[in-house]
């Protein structure tokens, strides 16, 4: 078992404890409570209708595609989903916000307590507790470097659905909040209720830490807020607990604080403390009715919830042979594992795999590019798998044709007809080639038929070069070694 990551301090060994707060934008063409659109980048205030406005007399209405959606990701979360649940106010002033406050969901949320298992590597799992999954609206967004003087707001982003996913305190170090992080969003994706987008914002951050002497009770919590990358976060809760540990160890007390991370130093810094939090004033939404939600509705959307990663990949393991670890590299994304179930049909599975994730994710790496617009499709890969299968291309020439279908296009039989690079396994062909080499070259076969047997390898260089690589290298092992023997 993998024993969580302690901190050494002046006074003994510290144990970290983590909660995650994941803001999660809901895939939907509209926004929570009114018909406008949600597309990312559009410009300033172009998708504002009078609701998202708070112009007075607006109604709200709920948008019950977001709704759906909330109730998919409350069933891969293994999560109770309610039949009732309450919007309610959360009271506080700011430009970003005309309404004076966001609609929300604080006592009753659509989703109660859940839980995911996390990957930790090497096989080792975890399973970490859901709290809640509740439905809210983004605010607005001040824009600060527009103009000189004044600050200007762009209404787009207010109103879009957001799920608020809180875990439950269940995380011990860096690397399970990590991975955790990871497995929310490869969730969100699968199901398609969020693009899983950090650096666009669609999938935000904030974790609770805070650390303890082993076996103590909690300590006091820090929040740090809006965290836009995995590897950010985990960052930020390695410094937020050595910060917690010099204050708790230099004999003072961690305060309760909302902090910010700064990447660029990476530290955190004090935002506000609990003094000053807000007192929000919740209360039920005038304007909309309890939610409710048959139990029709919430099974049907049970029936129909997809494969998800953790079944994929136990599927993988089974139907086709892989190893946890090419099978985990496979479905950590869907897209990266219906590629591999295209490709693999009716061919070798654990070749392919193999192939995929050695080669063919490298290079997509190389150049920064996704699958899906990857230059090579998976029925062209597959191709050029059928001509390693069938001996027209070794494996060495197969990689190169790759690399001459993925820069320059082309399908692997043009490429191989128009460079040559069909492989030669015919025997007889083969053979007098080899009988001349060795007989250009009686010093070399003398010294081979004395003993030094190194000498092979040059032999087989030879022939390889002299056939532009094409040579199939089984074949000629077996001439020479029939040949060489004399
Ligand atoms: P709030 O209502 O202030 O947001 P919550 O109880 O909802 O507080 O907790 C918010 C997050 O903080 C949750 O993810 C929870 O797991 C986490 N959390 C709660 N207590 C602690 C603690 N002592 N240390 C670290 N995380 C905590
Ligand atoms: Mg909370």
Redesign the pocket.
Known sequence: MREPIKLKGETGTWE??????IHAQVKCKSKLFSGSATDFGASPNSQVSYVDAAMPGMLPVINSEAVNQAIKTGHALNAKINNVSIFDRKNYFYPDLPQGYQISQFKSPIVGEGWVIVDLGKGETKKIGI??LHLEQDAGKLMHDQHPKLSLVDLNRSGIPLMEI?????MRDWEEAGAYLRKLRSIVRYIGSCDGNMDEGSLRC?A???V?RPGEE????C?LKNINSVKYMMKAVEYEAYRQIEIIEGGGKVLQQTRLYDPNKNETRSMRSKEE?HDYRYFPDPDLLPLHISAERIEKFKQELPELSDQKRERFQSEYGLSFYDADVLTADKKHADFFEVVSKNRDAKFVANWIITNFFAMLNEVEKSIENSPVKADQLGELFDLIQDGTVSGRTAKEVFEEMFTNGGSALEIVKSKGLKQISNTDELEDMVKKIIDDNQEQVNKYRSGNEKLFGWFVGQAMKNTGGTANPKVVNEILLKLLKG
């Open positions: 970290m404890v983590i909660g995650l707060e709290e809640r809180v875990s439950m305190p269940d904030d609770n830490i805070s303890r909690f300590g006091t919590r929040e939090a």
